[in-house]
């Protein structure tokens, strides 16, 4: 009989706008180590996989020996699984097409498999959070950068014909509207993620001689959120209105596909229900009236790092095994 090594660990990378965090991860599911780097550091993506590279072999060596990781996974915005690339992405500084997982893979000499970012965390969510036993649901992101999302259905991810699938951000909500980083208009992403808040608040203000506790400060989410617990009318306006257009537009998603649940994930959701009871409204106000009542909409329960570089590992282990170490 022959005798089989089994590999027992992988290396889980979280690929942020900027940092990057990476761990070492095992076969139950224990972060061994962790470590990261800083995204912005490194303009250029070669010299990024080179560093990269060096932080996971120190890494390995320093913590059982890099003949006990199987493979890598990473998730990263406008990362294509498709393909293995980040393709064209909007909000990091690499331009163009990335092959990403190419140039690590001959870096290290391992499989590496590549994921968008709200695929590894929906990855997060089905193995350690809220979507475990689930089937059929929906992650939503809501970041600071933008609006992401990740359909599982009959236990599987839905990538779509080019891995494109999920860019639940760009889906237009108000025709003609305001320019989007991706160069169309009217994107959720520009009334429902932190910048669309704050250019609503600004239309608000200018619009308005209304008195406001946001007038001369600043107007990121959470201040916004502060000024809501103060009871400035113009503040709770700014939520009511992302509110509204992000739970009309996951109400269409779940009208088309009827998950199980919603699983909201990402910096946003701190904002509590400033943002999730204008959202729920408006969803049970435009969903199928056959589902009505019938979807949960959920926050994470999960830390979003912890979460993210467990959905990376859990990548990792669904590629193929490759070594030049054999």
């Given amino acids: 009989m022959e005798t089989v090594n089994i590999k027992p660990r992988v290396v889980g990378i979280d ?11 095992d076969v139950r599911g224990n972060i061994i180590a962790r470590d990261f780097l800083e995204t912005t550091d490194y303009h250029e993506p070669s010299a990024y996989v080179a560093a990269l590279s060096e932080k996971i072999i120190m890494m390995a060596e320093a913590n ?88 599982f259905t009959n236990g599987k991810p839905h990538l779509g014909t080019r891995g494109f699938a999920g860019e639940f951000g760009h889906a237009c909500v108000v025709p003609g509207g305001r320019l989007c980083s991706c160069g169309r208009r009217g994107c959720l992403e520009e009334y429902a993620s932190a910048r669309g808040m704050k250019k609503t608040a600004e239309e608000l203000l200018a619009s308005s001689q209304e008195p406001s506790l946001m007038r001369g400060g600043d107007l990121s989410p959470k201040a916004i959120a502060s000024c809501c617990e103060q009871g400035d009318a113009l503040a709770l306006k700014v939520f009511r209105e992302a509110g509204d257009k992000l739970g009309m537009a996951l109400a269409n998603y779940a009208s088309i596909v009827d998950p199980e649940a919603i699983i909201l994930t990402g910096e946003l959701t701190s904002l509590g229900h400033w943002l999730t009871d204008p959202l729920e409204e408006s969803f049970e106000s435009h969903v199928f009236h056959n589902i009505e009542g019938k979807v949960k909409i959920m926050v994470s ?18 590629v193929k095994e490759y070594s030049l170490f054999k």
């Avoid at 690929?15 to 991860?25: D, E, P, R, T």
């Avoid at 909000?91 to 968008?116: F, H």
């Avoid at 475990?132 to 990740?150: K, T, Y």
């Avoid at 329960?301 to 669904?318: F, I, K, N, P, Q």
């Fill in 64 to 151: 059982g020996g890099y003949e006990t990781i199987r493979s890598v996974g990473i998730s990263s915005p406008s990362a294509n699984f498709v393909t293995g690339c980040i393709e064209h992405a909007a909000n990091l500084q690499w331009k163009g097409i990335v092959p990403l997982a190419a140039m690590l893979r001959d870096r290290l000499g391992l499989a590496v498999a590549l994921a968008n970012d709200v695929h590894g965390t929906a990855l997060g969510e089905r193995t350690f959070g809220g979507a475990h036993g689930m089937r059929n649901f929906i992650v939503i992101s809501l970041g600071h950068g933008g609006i992401g999302s990740c359909l």
């Fill in 15 to 25: 690929i942020g706008v900027n940092q990057s965090k990476l761990a070492i991860v």
């Fill in 301 to 318: 329960m999960l830390d979003d790092d912890e979460r993210d570089v467990l959905g990376a590992s859990a990548l990792a282990w669904e």
